[in-house]
């Protein structure tokens, strides 16, 4: 399974910004996608999930502000990030796995792209 990540910049906070995670090779209807994201200095931390059927899992601190989807037929998973912050400044990556949203554990990973908000 490969997740090629796209849609990373720079933005004033207040800002919006969209994410796109395009998945390809052995891929599995069972997989939850989602995002995670490592700001300088820190851990990486689970921001938001998707399951196959739709369903969402956010991280307190993104909810109300990101909303995540995912077009199937595309192999596609998108993450709108709207009334950025600066503390959403960090390195986001796109990943894959059965049990993503319930272990916050992905089996497979994309390049990060990064997320600059200013103040």
């Known amino acids: 399974v490969q997740l090629q990540a796209s849609g990373g910049g720079s933005v004033q906070a207040g800002g919006s910004l969209r994410l796109s995670c395009v998945i390809s090779?052995?891929?599995?209807?069972?997989?939850?996608v989602g995002w995670f994201r490592q700001a300088p200095g820190k851990e990486r931390e689970f921001v938001v999930g998707i399951r196959w059927s739709g369903s969402t899992y956010y991280a307190d601190s993104v909810k109300g502000r990101f909303a995540i989807s995912r077009d199937n037929a595309k192999n596609t998973v998108y993450l709108q990030m709207n009334s950025l912050k600066p503390e959403d400044t960090a390195v986001y990556y796109c990943?894959?796995?059965?049990?993503?949203?319930?272990?916050?554990?992905?089996?497979?990973w994309g390049q990060g792209t990064l997320v600059t908000v200013s103040s």
């Open positions: 090779g052995r891929t599995s209807s069972t997989y939850s």
């Open positions: 990943a894959a796995g059965g049990t993503l949203i319930s272990t916050q554990r992905a089996n497979y």
